[in-house]
């Protein structure tokens, strides 16, 4: 079965995303019927007036339906939370502006539990109303497509954390000593409304305010701090665009160290609840590995660096939340381990500033962050990475050789074929075209998406450009097929 478009039917499959993305854009007169709900329509008689009609619940995601929100595009958001660990409780003000895609009548946003007070939309109030993790808001005029538009949400309540019996321990959680906030693939709408989806990528500005003494982190640069009557409001800019599952926020005890690095704000912190050693030291190495990446891939895509080691134990994975992955303890246990700080850090390039359409593709972040430690221990001198596809080609469960990356399912999404096998595709990509056109097109890859968003499809059309190779066979054997491809030569 061949799943990897050829050259004249891509632009096709790209079209496709692009329209479920949007939603339907309702413009003229029998564009098809008002929506009953909706603000009064004009009451002019011209041909061209517009139909405001609701934008969907969902992005179109084929995986996650629900997951985003379509007819808009979120430009930036500002979040503004407070958050009491005695208490549980959190309290937030999230502005955001955004630009309509479709004539809105009425629009979504990810929510999950918590209480909305009051929305505003251009400063007037709008209503609102939710059914599960879907808050619609209706604003007293329609929405014009192409016009941008700003809201502000006030909302409050104890936060619960996402978790899926499938993919595991996500969103905002209770800890000991404050809280954690992050997962994927969803997160974000555990703790501020959102157009949760890696399609709407947005920059933020993040403000944390806990009580005295307490430690908080997130995103981005740290853009100043201040206390009055007991809390202390930590300020956070993540101003390179972010998808919305790379948002994170760390509230409680930690040890931080601050610098500068090449001109960007360095911020690593470890739990004060795990001796000081080795995670402290893993973190040290963040720029070192940073700088090792760079000279693969190109300029390090992010204004900040980072990295924060949490002590819950319910958390088990780490994280590549932007410029500041989180990790938890256990990486870190059995000693320093620079490894899962290059995994983490290749995905700035690849997840984060390069990021995906659809969660389908998420080989493309997975295959790459996996590949990225494999150079990285060749790198350190140890196994070479041809070393560590031929012990993954050699090693890997019947699991893998069934399972494709290129479309795993939902309950593979975060398996063994995605991160082992998409780092052979890489590799066998490598091996194909040659060190020159590989390493030449890795850095093609990420300049050219730079900041946006790509699917399998044109991560194939590139790596053809570049290397001026027909390379639908091989992606379509290692990305596709239910059985183990023939060795790369
Ligand atoms: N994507 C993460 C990484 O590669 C790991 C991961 C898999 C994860 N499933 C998750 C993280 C669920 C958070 C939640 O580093
Ligand atoms: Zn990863």
């Known amino acids: 079965m061949r799943q990897v478009r050829r050259t004249g039917r891509r632009r096709v ?9 949007v939603g339907p854009t309702l413009v003229g007169c029998d564009a098809g019927p008002a929506d009953p709900d909706g603000p009064p329509l004009s009451t002019t008689a011209s041909p061209n007036v517009r139909r405001f009609s609701p934008g969907q619940p969902g992005v179109g995601d084929p995986y996650f339906p629900t997951y985003g929100n ?20 959190l309290s937030g003000v999230v502005g955001l502006r955004a630009t309509a895609t479709a004539d809105l009548s009425r629009f979504n946003l990810d929510l999950a539990g918590l209480t909305v007070r009051a929305v505003t939309v251009d400063g007037e109030p709008a209503t609102h109303a939710r059914d599960g993790d879907e808050l619609t808001v209706t604003p007293a005029a329609g929405l014009p497509a192409g016009n941008g538009f700003a809201v502000e949400i006030r909302y409050d309540g104890k936060p ?27 997160s974000a709408s555990s703790w501020f409304p959102v157009n949760d989806h890696p399609s709407d990528k947005a920059t933020y500005d993040i403000e944390v305010t806990v009580p005295d003494g307490v430690t908080a982190l997130s995103n981005g640069a740290p853009v100043g701090r201040s206390s009055s009557g007991g809390w202390t409001t930590w300020r956070w800019a993540e101003r390179t665009p972010m998808a919305s599952y790379l948002s994170t926020l760390v509230i409680g005890d930690y040890r931080v160290s601050t610098g500068e690095h090449r001109g960007r704000p360095v911020v690593t912190a470890v739990s004060e609840r795990l001796p000081k050693g080795a995670a402290d030291a893993s973190m040290a190495a963040t720029v070192e590995v940073a700088d090792y990446l760079e000279s693969v891939f190109g300029p390090y895509p992010s204004g900040a660096y980072g990295g924060v080691v949490i ?52 080989w493309l972040n997975e295959g790459l962050a996996t590949y990225a430690e494999w150079l990285w221990v060749e790198h350190r001198g140890g196994k070479t990475a ?31 074929s995605v991160y082992q096998r998409g780092a052979m595709t890489v590799h066998a990509l490598r091996v194909t ?20 968003n790509a699917t399998t499809d044109e991560f194939v059309a590139t790596a053809e450009q570049v290397s001026g190779r027909q390379l639908d066979d091989l992606f379509d054997a290692w990305l596709f097929g239910a059985e183990r491809p023939a060795r790369p030569r």
């Open 160 to 186: 619960t954390p996402l978790d899926n019996a499938l993919l595991g321990a996500g969103g905002f959680r209770h800890t000991p000593d404050g809280a954690v906030a992050l997962g994927q693939p969803e």
């Open 13 to 21: 499959a790209l079209l496709a995303v692009a329209s479920l993305a």
């Open 311 to 362: 002590s819950d134990n319910r958390i088990t994975y780490a994280l590549e939340t932007q410029s500041r992955p989180v990790y938890s303890a256990g990486f870190f246990r059995a000693g320093e381990n620079t490894s899962v700080v290059a995994h983490e850090l290749a995905h700035q390039w690849f997840g984060n500033s390069v990021s995906i359409t659809r969660w389908q593709d998420i």
């Open 433 to 452: 075209i040659g060190d020159d056109a590989f390493f030449r097109f890795l850095r093609t890859w990420a300049t050219e998406k730079r900041d946006g």
């Open 70 to 89: 379509g007819g808009y595009d979120v430009r930036e958001y500002a979040v503004k939370v407070r958050y009491d660990p005695a208490s549980d409780l």
């Open 386 to 416: 041809q070393r560590s596809f031929d012990d993954a080609y050699a090693g890997s469960p019947a699991g893998v050789w069934r399972t494709p990356p290129g479309d795993p399912g939902v309950a593979e999404l975060f398996g063994d």
